[in-house]
């Protein structure tokens, strides 16, 4: 960029310069002052062209030409899908429309939609890992926790049916990601058998960890919660900090009254028991008629509230209504 603003204040010279010789200079003399800066803003040109990568314009050449192929993609498939919900109405037996259905949702980014279409192609071809696999990234991208069951659900089948390794250690992030103590031990339990998956000794150390941190199990908030309106299905409770989408705890409650308490412990926050709760976090209260979720079966929220100063509230019973 330095070569270029040289380049240009030589130009602007060079233009001054011509436009006002002074009448006294001899034609030779300005002749001579005009080819000099000629000459030195050539030679600033070709420094400039040695250190300059002709490479990098070519390199984003390439990648805005892909990006526009992905926006025309896009735009294509968003025309199309109309036309296979169509076709779909016809032969609701086909597979592989489905599964396209789906793949299109998922590219746009609606995954909803696209869990719905993948939910009816593994009715159709439930042996089909591939698109089972596809269909449990998609549960993933949509949202753990709404979909925590079925993918809780499906990583088992597939891994009971492939005896994929990778699908093990999915399942281990997944239970982390979820707060599922319980699930976490069951999966590092089967990845310390499997034979082909290395690091044993880092597994089996963050299983004893974790069994550890189960029976030094103590309640960490304890809430008497009581609706005004009669719910039926299930609570989520979330605790989780502020700006944080990620939740660190989660308990699901079967509405059985309108007065229940809720005890948050050890095990709903799968950390360690000597490690420091946030002094500031959001609980959240969602309700569901079901613990399992399609699009159009979701969580709502009911409640929300700010827990300020922790330390001088976990040893008391907080009092929610909502």
Same mark, same amino acid.
């Given at each position: 960029?330095?070569?270029?603003?040289?380049?240009?204040?030589?130009?602007?010279?060079?233009?001054?310069?011509?436009?006002?010789?002074?009448?006294?200079?001899?034609?030779?003399?300005?002749?001579?002052?005009?080819?000099?800066?000629?000459?030195?803003?050539?030679?600033?040109?070709?420094?400039?062209?040695?250190?300059?990568?002709?490479?990098?314009?070519?390199?984003?050449?390439?990648?805005?030409?892909?990006?526009?192929?992905?926006?025309?993609?896009?735009?294509?498939? +968003?025309?199309?899908?109309? $036309? /296979?919900?169509?076709? *779909?109405? !016809?032969? #609701? &037996?086909?597979?592989?429309?489905? %599964?396209? @259905?789906?793949?299109?949702?998922?590219?746009?980014?609606?995954?909803?939609?696209?869990?719905?279409?993948?939910?009816?192609?593994?009715?159709?071809?439930?042996?089909?890992?591939?698109?089972?696999?596809?269909?449990?990234?998609?549960?993933?991208?949509?949202?753990?926790?709404?979909?925590?069951?079925?993918?809780?659900?499906?990583?088992?089948?597939?891994?009971?049916?492939?005896?994929?390794?990778?699908?093990?250690?999915?399942?281990?992030?997944?239970?982390?990601?979820?707060?599922?103590?319980?699930?976490?031990?069951?999966?590092?339990?089967?990845?310390?058998?499997?034979?082909?998956?290395?690091? +044993?000794?880092?597994?089996? $150390? /963050?299983?004893?960890? *974790?069994? !550890?941190? #189960? &029976?030094?199990?103590?309640?960490? %908030?304890? @809430?008497?919660?009581?609706?005004?309106?009669?719910?039926?299905?299930?609570?989520?409770?979330?605790?989780?900090?502020?700006?944080?989408?990620?939740?660190?705890?989660?308990?699901?409650?079967?509405?059985?009254?309108?007065?229940?308490?809720?005890?948050?412990?050890?095990?709903?926050?799968?950390?360690?028991?000597?490690?420091?709760?946030?002094?500031?976090?959001?609980?959240?209260?969602?309700?569901?008629?079901?613990?399992?979720?399609?699009?159009?079966?979701?969580?709502?929220?009911?409640?929300?509230?700010?827990?300020?100063?922790?330390?001088?509230?976990?040893?008391?019973?907080?009092?929610?209504?909502?």
């Amino acid at each position: 960029m330095i070569y270029l603003f040289l380049l240009g204040l030589l130009v602007i010279y060079l233009i001054i310069l011509s436009k006002n010789r002074d009448a006294s200079d001899d034609s030779k003399s300005s002749r001579l002052k005009i080819t000099f800066v000629l000459v030195l803003s050539l030679f600033t040109l070709y420094i400039f062209s040695l250190s300059y990568d002709f490479t990098n314009t070519a390199k984003y050449k390439e990648i805005h030409t892909k990006n526009l192929s992905v926006r025309s993609n896009i735009r294509t498939i +968003k025309e199309n899908i109309p $036309k /296979l919900e169509a076709r *779909l109405l !016809n032969s #609701s &037996n086909d597979f592989n429309g489905w %599964l396209m @259905l789906g793949k299109s949702y998922s590219i746009i980014k609606n995954y909803q939609k696209a869990s719905k279409a993948y939910q009816v192609a593994i009715n159709l071809s439930p042996d089909n890992m591939d698109a089972l696999r596809e269909y449990i990234l998609v549960l993933r991208s949509d949202s753990e926790i709404i979909n925590k069951d079925l993918i809780e659900k499906y990583l088992s089948v597939y891994f009971n049916k492939t005896d994929d390794p990778q699908a093990l250690l999915d399942l281990l992030s997944f239970s982390f990601n979820v707060n599922d103590n319980a699930l976490a031990q069951t999966t590092l339990t089967k990845i310390i058998k499997h034979p082909d998956i290395a690091n +044993k000794k880092e597994y089996k $150390k /963050l299983l004893t960890d *974790l069994v !550890n941190n #189960s &029976n030094n199990n103590r309640t960490i %908030l304890h @809430l008497s919660v009581s609706s005004k309106k009669m719910y039926e299905g299930y609570f989520f409770m979330i605790l989780k900090e502020k700006n944080i989408n990620q939740p660190f705890a989660i308990k699901r409650v079967s509405v059985t009254s309108d007065n229940f308490e809720v005890k948050f412990t050890t095990d709903d926050f799968m950390i360690k028991s000597n490690v420091d709760i946030p002094d500031n976090f959001e609980f959240v209260i969602k309700h569901s008629q079901s613990d399992r979720f399609t699009s159009d079966s979701r969580p709502t929220e009911v409640f929300r509230m700010d827990i300020n100063n922790y330390k001088e509230t976990r040893d008391i019973k907080l009092q929610v209504t909502f």
